[in-house]
T-cell receptor, first 111, second 114 residues
């Protein structure tokens, strides 16, 4: 069975600084990895995904993620954080027909 | 506008009183799914459907039922709700259900069972 771990419940960063939200996964075979974002009182929105190919994936709102097969990680990054990036972020792995989510990381960007 | 809609958005009910949460999508997606979100646990998949009349259990199906009689609708049924089903529920859809597809989520239904 697949699993996803997000080791940090919350990440705090100052506006303008780079941010990283960590994710590690466990799945047999080749993973399909996703990041979703949830703003208050809203459903989840898709940010980016890794299917195959280039290990650096670019997504919406200036976010990117780096797939590292040897470390089984898929960390979310952004070079310069905005206050409006403050939200709940979920990493997920899709294997077969099911999507498995990590516990979520709350990102707080302070002015 | 392409979207997934859920009704109701908020629901307070009592133990044992049957309820249905509706989900509808207007994107002609084949795949639909239900999740529950609980603090610290992320989202857990309850049931999913690859197409009309095809449904399968997710990770936490106990106490829930679903049906897929039409492509656009995927209702979630709680025959006898219990307090441990108090949660935030999300419906989602994707074009084919294949692993590479991203999912489109509804706005959520907050259910409280007393």
């Amino acid at each position: 069975a697949q699993s996803v771990a997000q080791p940090e419940d919350q990440v705090n960063v100052a506006e303008g600084n780079p941010l990283t939200v960590k994710c590690t996964y466990s799945v047999s075979g080749n993973p399909y990895l996703f990041w979703y974002v949830q703003y208050p009182n809203r459903g989840l929105q898709f940010l980016l995904k890794y299917i195959t190919g280039d290990n650096l994936v670019k997504g919406s709102y200036g976010f990117e993620a780096e797939f590292n097969k040897s470390q089984t990680s898929f960390h979310l990054k952004k070079p310069s954080a905005l206050v409006s990036d403050s939200a709940l972020y979920f990493c997920a792995v899709n294997y077969g027909n099911m999507l498995t989510f990590g516990g979520g990381t709350r990102l707080m960007v302070k002015p | 506008e392409a979207q997934v809609t859920q009704n109701p958005r908020y629901l307070i009910t009592v133990t044992g009183k049957k309820l249905t949460v509706t989900c509808s999508q207007n994107m002609n997606h084949e795949y639909m799914s239900w999740y529950r979100q609980d603090p610290g646990l992320g989202l857990r998949q309850i049931y999913y459907s690859m197409n009309v009349e095809v449904t399968d259990k997710g990770d936490v199906p106990e106490g829930y039922k679903v049906s897929r009689k039409e492509k656009r609708n995927f209702p979630l049924i709680l025959e006898s709700p219990s307090p441990n089903q108090t949660s935030l529920y999300f419906c989602a859809s994707s074009p084919t259900g294949g692993a590479p597809d991203e999912q489109y989520f509804g706005p959520g239904t907050r259910l409280t069972v007393t």
